[in-house]
């Protein structure tokens, strides 16, 4: 299989090519180039590792890691989205119109992650940065060491939300099971509220930021005391 | 330092008991006196099974040595020749072992990465990302991807020459990383997305995948995402090696780098260190059982730490089967680590040179193990590098004179059969003969190169307790 020359047509059917021809051509497309994505059929790693402003379209469903690492392009997937989609995210925009399997947006610094389904468990875990929008809810564990930015959950999450969390935002519409170690519900200040009206937005959804309520982390586990032995 | 005025207690006859000896006192007294376990750096400090155990057969009537410092004997290496387009040629298998900033001074990192470049070899990024000062030093740069994630940045990984997928340390296997508050400082706590001051517990498990048939899918994906060109490591910490090594070739691994328990770390709790794991030397054998299984011994290259301190045990470690080495207390060492000049400064922290070991602490007077800007700037990298270089040469050099010794005109031309061991538990390890003897524990009596008399019948053994 030739290598695919980045001023060929921007349709690229992956039932006439490999993953990896997608990947490098893409590495090397113009900014602004506009692609297309067809027969997906679940493979790993499609769009990994874009690193500048285009628009990739992906018309079916994908496997682990579609969109890892992306700085810059945005990608939208019409389906499903396995294990770590946009994980390590570092700025553009990924949108699932699915549902996504566990780890999205796993450990990302940027950009916009936006799952109009639900989100499987670990969705934002070790998150440092990113904006994570979840239509549904969440599995268990999510947003488990999450750093730094904003999850938003607008159904209900499972258990073990944000556990160990540090200075990321968590907003949830719906109910939340057992909450994580060290993270606790917080008020919603304007602050949180413009933010949220914000994000809910750029994900095309209307819900009422009024109706979710803001969880964070209680700082009690920042630095080890031995009287916290039973607190994980 | 004030003289001794008692008499040593031994000479009044009494008796130090080896279960409670004085360390296990002061220890159980600290922790009831504070609350608090030993967080510490370094590797294990008991003694245990190593290098030391094993020795060379010179060439003799059978074999033919070659002339030193005359003679031909190479010392290259080429890691990653199995699926990436540029695999590295690194001079010396000697390279510098995974060590972060952070964990490190910004100082210590350049000296690293000077020293490294001088001698064609390779040095390594840690946990936290990849910084100016050792990417701009290092002529090759191998850049953790580990589970914290801390400071990853697809930008960096494009800048490295390869890749360590990192599963664990030989330190603490099942163990994620640690930088306690002291060294957690503005630079820092930015490039870790943290709050300054806190202390840092990394993640012990990757947070995207899980087992050998995730990885090998999150491998695939560096690849795509580097273009197929950067070799790609896998990193464990020495448990169960051959199980792991097994699985890493089967995720596809480019090359594995096995660590065992000497193995230093910049943070660790002192029972994780010296309680979990096994020794480098026990599992070499096993990790070459795995590549040789598999058919691609040589082909996924094996880089052996922990406790790696001369060219010795380059060259035993290589005869056992690695194709590189990789070195880290060794290395902090030469820069200027336990400095004797230093003395008065260690006893003023409650250590003394030749003991420092709480890198932990931020509070190294070296300033190797510490962010204190002040206590860096002691460290001058030309310098510290040009140390380190002389050590890789002088390891490097030494591998060499024992390789002509055993005919060998290229240290990867060492082999097991060059050894013998010195003790018994070595023997059983690597499956070399006790000197001297052909006896090697464990193997059935028809795999003994010596004759074995045929085993009675059971209804004709002696009576037990019977005499002859």
């Not at chain 1, 994000?199 to 959804?205: P, R």
């Not at chain 2, 030391?52 to 020749?81: K, N």
């Not at chain 2, 060590?99 to 000296?111: D, I, N, Y």
């Not at chain 2, 603490?172 to 943290?194: S, Y």
Request: glycine share 12%; proline share 5%.
């Amino acid at each position: 299989m030739g290598t695919l020359s980045v001023d060929q047509s921007t349709r690229v059917d992956l039932r006439q090519r490999t993953v990896t021809d997608l990947n490098q051509a893409l590495h090397q497309a113009p900014a602004g180039s506009q692609w297309e994505v067809l027969h997906p059929d679940g493979q790993h790693a499609i769009a990994a590792g874009l690193a500048a402003p285009i628009t990739v379209k992906i018309e079916g469903h994908v496997g682990y890691f579609a969109a890892g690492m992306n700085e810059e392009a945005s990608v939208e997937i019409s389906g499903n989205a396995g294990v770590g989609v946009a994980e390590n995210m570092m700025s553009g925009r990924v949108h699932v119109h699915g549902s996504a399997s566990q780890s999205a947006g796993a450990t990302a610094h940027g950009g916009l992650l936006v799952i109009d389904g639900d989100a499987a468990a670990r969705c934002g875990i070790s998150m440092k940065g990113v904006n994570i929008v979840v239509g549904g809810g969440v599995g268990h564990m999510s947003a488990f060491m999450a750093q730094a930015g904003a999850l938003v959950i607008c159904g209900d999450a499972g258990d073990g939300l944000g556990d160990s969390i540090y200075e990321a935002r968590l907003y949830v519409r719906g109910k939340v099971g057992q909450l994580g170690a060290d993270c606790v519900a917080k008020e919603m200040r304007p602050e949180h509220l413009a933010e949220l009206s914000g994000l809910l937005a750029q994900a095309g959804l209307d819900h009422d930021p009024a109706e979710f309520r803001r969880y964070g982390s209680a700082r009690q586990l920042y630095n080890f005391h031995v009287e916290n032995a039973f607190a994980y | 330092m004030t003289a001794i005025t008692t008499p040593d207690p031994a000479a009044l006859g009494l008796r130090e008991n080896a279960t409670f000896d004085r360390a296990t006192i002061a220890a159980i007294r600290h922790a009831a006196q504070t609350g608090l376990y030993d967080i510490r750096g370094g590797g294990a400090k008991r003694r245990l099974p190593h290098f030391d155990d094993l020795l060379f057969l010179g060439a003799s009537m059978s074999r033919y040595p070659l002339e030193g410092y005359r003679e031909r004997c190479d010392t290259d290496v080429t890691i990653g020749t199995r699926f990436a387009k540029k695999p590295l040629h690194l001079k010396t298998p000697v390279t510098i072992a995974g060590m972060s900033f952070g964990s490190l001074s910004g100082q210590a990192k350049e000296a690293l990465g000077r020293g490294a470049s001088e001698v064609g070899t390779s040095t390594t990024t840690g946990d936290g990302g990849m910084t100016e000062e050792e990417r701009g030093h290092s002529e090759t740069l191998v850049y953790q991807y580990l589970p914290s994630r801390y400071g990853m940045n697809p930008k960096h990984l494009r800048l490295a020459d390869a890749i360590e997928v990192v599963l664990g340390q030989g330190a603490k296997p099942g163990g994620g990383g640690m930088l306690l508050g002291q060294k957690i400082t503005e630079r820092v706590a930015a490039m870790r997305t943290l709050p300054v001051g806190i202390d840092q517990r990394s993640a012990c498990r990757h947070p995207d995948w899980t087992g050998p048939d995730d990885l090998r899918i999150k491998i695939t994906e560096l690849r795509e995402i580097t273009d197929w060109e950067k070799p790609i490591y896998v990193k464990i910490g020495a448990s169960r090696p051959y199980y792991d090594v097994a699985l890493a070739i089967k995720a596809g691994a480019d090359a594995i780098v096995l660590d065992g328990m000497q193995g230093g770390t910049a943070a660790t709790q002192d029972v994780f260190i010296e309680h979990v794991g096994i020794p480098t030397l026990a599992a070499i054998p096993q990790a070459v059982d795995a590549l040789q299984e598999a058919g691609l011994h040589r082909q996924v290259q094996l880089i052996v730490s922990g406790g790696v301190r001369s060219g010795a045990d380059v060259a035993k470690a290589l005869a056992l089967g690695a194709d590189a080495v990789s070195i880290g207390t060794a290395a902090l060492i030469a820069l200027g680590d336990n400095d004797p000049a230093l003395e008065d400064e260690y006893r003023k922290i409650g250590s003394a040179a030749g003991y420092y070991d709480d890198w932990q602490a931020g509070q190294d007077p070296a300033g190797i193990t510490t962010q204190d800007p002040e206590l860096s700037k002691r460290l001058d990298p030309v310098a510290a590098g040009h140390r380190l270089a002389n050590l890789l040469r002088v390891m490097t050099m030494e591998a060499q004179i024992i390789a002509r010794a055993c005919g060998k005109a290229h240290l990867a031309h060492l082999e097991p059969e060059d050894l013998v061991a010195l003790t018994i538990e070595a023997a059983a390890m690597t499956r070399r003969p006790l000197a001297g003897t052909d006896w090697i524990p464990g193997l059935a009596p028809a795999a003994q190169a010596a004759p074995v008399a045929p085993v009675a019948p059971v209804a004709s053994a002696a009576p037990a307790g019977g005499g002859a």
